[in-house]
Every structure is written in C-alpha cells, then in structure tokens.
C-alpha cells in the first residue's frame, strides 16, 4: 500500500506564504504526475497545481503567479509554495500522486491539510 501525507497547512494572514509538503511511503516504483488540490465548504473539489515526472507544470487560473508547485523524486516528495495568499483560497488541500507499482499504476489521495486565510 502507498501513503500520501500532507504537512504544512494552518491559519496565516492574506498577503502571506505558507508551504504545503506532500511526503509518499510504501512499495512505490516511481511517481509519476503529482498535483495538489482543494476544497472549500460548499465547493467541488478543484485542480491547484499539478507536476509532471519531467517537471512540467500548470496551475488553475486563480493561482497563477501565486503558487508553485514542485517535487523531489529522490525523496518521493511533492510541495506547494503558496505567497499572496487570499481569503478565497481558504480551503482543505489534498496532495494526489500516480504511482507506479510493479506493472500498473493507481492513484493515492492524501487526507488532506487544512489552509485558512484570515482577512
């Protein structure tokens, strides 16, 4: 079985950063496209950020030039930067990965850090 867990969330000011770390564990082959996403009350869950095995990137337009998104695959590890944080980015935010296991891949969900961004 793999692991995803989230670290880094919590309560900060708009205009400020936080930096969210998505750390997998387990039998794990190689990770393939990691990314981040969230959920607010009310809302749908929503693509943030995503991150290919080459380090290709793309962002929802909301974050753009806001968040950056990043990985260390020696460490199995992916990372959110988030600067000028906003009230509406108020959310919970769940790291995902495609993992390889022998000859298939599946997909893991972390149980998600919780982001609130006081006004």
């Known amino acids: 079985q793999v692991r995803l867990v989230e670290s880094g969330g919590g309560l900060v000011q708009a205009g400020g950063s936080l930096r969210l770390s998505c750390t997998a564990s387990?039998?794990?082959?190689?990770?393939?496209?990691m990314a981040w996403y969230r959920q607010a009350p009310g809302n749908e869950r929503e693509l943030v950020a995503r991150?290919?095995?080459?380090?290709?990137?793309n962002y929802a337009d909301s974050v753009k030039g806001r968040f950056t998104i990043s990985r260390d695959n020696a460490k199995d590890m992916g990372f959110l930067q988030m600067n000028s944080l906003k009230p509406e980015d108020t959310a919970v935010y769940y790291c995902?990965?495609?993992?390889?296991?022998?000859?298939?891949?599946?997909?893991?969900w972390g149980q998600g850090t919780q982001v609130t961004v006081s006004s």
């Open positions: 991150i290919s095995s080459g380090g290709s990137t």
């Open positions: 387990g039998i794990i082959f190689s990770i393939n496209a």
């Open positions: 995902t990965a495609n993992v390889r296991r022998w000859n298939r891949e599946y997909d893991y």
